[in-house]
């Protein structure tokens, strides 16, 4: 697929149905409701930006949470209709950025391993497993836990 041409802004609250929608789209049961999104948008070290296409429509998100030498990625939605496109890598790379601007030396995140896509895109991209949670989620699957260094810190 082309690359899909997108803006990345900070999030206002006027994104949370928006972000509810690409939650339920992405992580079904493990979905965050309007209410979570928005407790993460107040949340202390958060940094939320959103992907928006040509029109202004939401596309993709990320949250990422900085404490420290360490940041950790807790989302990474895009709309189903624009995988593939370089919307996903976009978002990561600004939350890449964030942390190590804000001094994280490495960057953390959970993944089911039944997602596949996922792992190799975060592999792709630098992250090497450092731990497993056996039946993590709700579907049974396991979280892989990533690692990738930041700063030149360590892997």
Known sequence: MNAVLTTLRPVVADDLPALATLERACFAQEAWDETSLRAEIAGPGRHLRVATDAAGAVVGYVDVLVAGDVADLLR????????RSGVATGLLDDAVAHAAATG??????EVSDANAGAVAFYAARGFTQIDLRPRYYRDG?????????????PQ
Do not use: E, F, K
């Not at 994280?104 to 995140?109: N, T």
């Open 76 to 83: 990474i939605a895009t709309d189903p209709a624009v995988r």
């Open 104 to 109: 994280a030396d490495r960057m953390l995140l």
């Open 141 to 153: 699957s396991a979280a892989l836990v990533l690692q990738r260094a930041l700063l030149g810190g």
